[in-house]
Each structure stands twice: as C-alpha cells, then as structure tokens.
C-alpha cells in the first residue's frame, strides 16, 4: 500500500529554520515528482514547491525561493523540505504529494498520492 508520511513540523521563531520530511512506503522515491503544499488557516492550498526525481528540475514559490530547499535521501526513501529564515506567513499545515515522474514547470500538479500533513507554525 503507497503511503506518505510527513513529519517534522512544529513551533518555531521567526528566523528560525525546521525540516519537513516525508517518507514513503508502498514505492520507491526514485523517479517520481514530489510536491510539498501548504493550507494556511482560512486560506488555499498552495503550492511551495516541486522537484522531479526524473530530470532534477525543481520550481518554487518565489515568496520562499531562497529559504526553502527539497531535497530526497534515496537510501531512506524519503524527501526532505529544508526551510529556513521562517516567516509568520509560513504558518501553514504543510503537505507532501507524489506524481508520476513529470518534468517540474509549475506548482500545480498533477498528484496523485498525498501525506497526512504536519503542522508549522512560526511565532515569537
């Protein structure tokens, strides 16, 4: 059975940085495109962003380019989110989706599997 699960979320300050990571079972990371969303409260899914284990393209959300890096550890099947100089908007349960080996041109998908999500929440 394909599963995804997030973890890593958590409290954090202003500044500050955490790693989200998302383990998969069921399959193996390898060649499929993952992405990471967020839903703030009140507010859209959106997504942050996308990064195809086929070609190496990756696309993010340009308010966390150069804050927040995926990157995958084959060895543990896992993808990791590394995202740092977190801001108050960051504030968001944050999803991880699998897609079937695209090449990353937008945040918009398709996916097909989805994690469970794990809650950040960035406060002083």
């Known amino acids: 059975q394909l599963q995804l699960v997030e973890s890593g979320g958590g409290l954090v300050q202003p500044g500050g940085s955490l790693r989200l990571s998302c383990a998969a079972s069921g399959f193996t990371l390898d060649y499929y495109t993952i992405g990471w969303f967020r839903q703030a409260p009140g507010k859209e899914r959106e997504g942050v962003s996308c990064a195809s284990g086929r070609t190496g393209s990756t696309v993010y959300l340009d308010s966390v380019k150069g804050r927040f890096t995926v990157s995958r550890d084959l060895a543990k099947n896992t993808v990791y989110l590394q995202m740092n100089s977190l801001k108050p908007e960051d504030t968001a349960i944050y999803y991880c989706?699998?897609?079937?080996?695209?090449?990353?041109?937008?945040?918009?998908?398709?996916?097909?599997?989805w994690g469970q999500g794990t809650q950040v929440t960035v406060s002083s």
């Open positions: 989706a699998v897609g079937s080996g695209y090449v990353c041109r937008s945040l918009a998908g398709p996916y097909d599997y």
